[in-house]
């Protein structure tokens, strides 16, 4: 198979013409007059054997995938959305380290699909049916099986039935929708939501739990005039794909501007972006009340103070906002520049006693670079076509469908460099493992294009304290060699990594790699 070659993706090129159908304008709808939506906590319905220890009986679950309508705003009509168990975000998972559980995803879906498949990207062809599913539940260290592996979509009327043991510490992951070539409209259309997992040593911390502990779960979307989901398209029918999709409804748990009434005290909120492209920065109408706890996998040595938290699509961060100081102030998290959430504090002080915040949270040892056994070099590259519009995106040059050049041997540690050769960020998120961000550092594109050699011109600058703990998807920045190092435990097997901006991911941004056992 010929590769087109990556053309200079440096001239700014005409970008793909959009065609919209009538958009809503979101910022013209009232703002905090609906309450933020808490999903419901997932309910096993039966105890099942273990796949690996039928003697041991594990909590079973039953979630189907339904279409649904619901309203997204007081002012809005009811929007059409596909969701796991018929919401979105789906039911959160509660669930212990090591205490494992079953999960059977039910594709209960219609067998059309409402948003606009293009047909030309590789695995969403004609012939394959229009509604197909798989579920990956992201951050987890799950058997290869469990995983939700791109190919093993099914259609309407199918499930599967996975195992996760959750040997893993405490943290926030969440599930969504992984089917080859449509994983993008999937969760667009509502597939995704929130699993935790817990551990004795957070429980030890203290941290503010219960009605204290709020996930909130960040996405945008577009909507047209009749409040439905407008997945926007090229001018192009025959290929509709764009490259990246932003939406100006910027949805909190599936609301738009909800508010939150809190009491003057400290919150602990898990955030996820969920978006398919969209990069949040997040911060707060008060300064100086967010304290940054933890990252995509866990807790941090440290709590940080921070005013403003980037989150690239697929990563989480666990903060805790202290209202102590605000009694009957309302505040708003904004996106930006814009208003996402409102809080509104009580007027009166609870009676709680003070809550004081951990000086230290979880010790998270570096990961000496002396312990890798190997390094690998794996561009990040967007082929153009001959006007300078990205056609597709690839890693290492390769696509989906070419033989797994990435194959760690399991319990082994490696270094990924992964050298941004395009003009975005991307966040890199590798399936299994947790991994530390080394550093970023920036090198001459054209020289590697022209010598496929790394000349780096600039020093090598360690992550931000916010990311200096355990991750499972790295922004590589533009024009920057991002190194990460992991050691590939678990399970071995067939797993995927990839860019988390799903519209990169559809068309080719991901690839299959291997965990072999040791020989
Ligand atoms: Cu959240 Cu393979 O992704
Ligand atoms: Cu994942
Ligand atoms: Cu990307």
Redesign the pocket.
């Known amino acids: 198979m010929a590769l087109a070659l990556p053309q200079s993706t440096h001239a700014p090129g005409p970008r793909p013409v959009t065609k919209f159908r009538t958009q809503l304008n979101a910022s013209s709808l009232a703002q905090f007059v609906d309450p933020l939506p808490l999903p419901e906590i997932a309910q096993p319905t039966s105890f099942r054997p273990s796949p690996t220890d039928p003697v041991q009986k594990l909590p079973y679950y039953r979630i189907a995938m339904r279409e649904f309508e619901s309203k997204i705003h007081r002012d809005m009509k009811p929007t059409r959305q596909w969701g796991y168990a018929a919401s979105s975000p789906g039911p959160t998972f509660e669930t212990r380290s090591s205490q494992g559980i079953l999960v059977e995803w039910a594709n209960e879906l219609p067998d059309t699909h409402f948003l606009p498949i293009d047909h030309t990207i590789h695995g969403a062809e004609a012939s394959k049916p229009e509604v197909r599913t798989v579920v990956?539940l992201?951050?987890a260290k799950a058997p290869p099986e469990s995983d939700?592996y791109p190919d093993n979509w099914y259609p309407t009327g199918k499930a599967a039935l996975y195992h996760y043991p959750n040997r893993q510490e405490a943290a926030m992951l969440?599930y969504?929708d992984?089917a080859l070539g449509i994983n993008r409209l999937n969760v667009f259309a509502g597939l995704l939501g929130a699993f935790f997992v817990r551990d004795e040593f957070e429980d030890s911390l203290h941290l503010p739990s219960g009605k204290y502990e709020i996930p909130l779960i960040v996405y945008d979307r577009i909507f047209d005039l009749e409040s439905q989901l407008n997945y926007p398209v090229s001018a192009d029918p025959k290929k509709p794909w764009l490259p990246e999709v932003f939406g100006d409804a910027v949805l909190v748990n599936g609301k738009l501007f909800p508010y939150l009434e809190v009491e003057p005290r400290p919150y602990r909120f898990r955030v996820l972006n969920g978006s398919n492209g969209r990069f949040l920065h997040l911060s707060l109408s008060e300064k100086g009340a967010i304290h940054q706890i933890g990252t995509d996998q866990g807790l941090l040595p440290a709590p940080l103070a921070r005013d403003r938290i980037s989150l690239a699509p697929?990563e989480r961060t666990d903060v805790i906002v202290d209202f102590s100081a605000m009694v009957g102030a309302s505040v708003v998290l904004k996106n930006d520049i814009s208003a996402i959430l409102q809080f509104r504090v009580a007027k009166t002080k609870a009676l709680a006693s003070v809550i004081a915040m951990p000086q230290t949270l979880r010790p998270v040892a570096k990961i000496p670079e002396s312990s890798a056994v190997k390094t690998r070099m794996l561009s990040l590259v967007e082929v153009d076509d001959v006007v300078q519009r990205p056609m597709t995106m690839l890693l290492n040059n390769a696509h989906w469908s070419m033989p797994v050049t990435e194959n760690p041997v399991l319990d082994s540690t490696e270094i990924w460099s992964l050298l941004n050769t395009t003009d975005d960020a991307h966040p890199i998120?590798l399936?299994l493992v947790r991994f530390q961000i080394l550093d970023r550092r920036n090198f001459d594109v054209s020289v590697y294009w022209a010598k496929g050699e790394v000349k780096y011109t600039g020093p090598a600058m360690p992550p931000d304290p916010s990311e200096a703990g355990w991750k499972d998807?790295v922004r590589a920045d533009p024009g920057m060699v991002t190194r990460i190092i992991a050691r590939f435990e678990g399970y071995p097997g067939r797993y995927?990594w990839?860019c988390?901006i799903l519209e990169h991911?559809d068309n080719e941004m991901?690839r299959p790699y291997d965990v072999v056992a040791a020989p």
């Open positions: 990956h992201h951050g939700g969440w969504h992984h697929g998120h399936h998807t995927v990839h988390h991911e991901m």
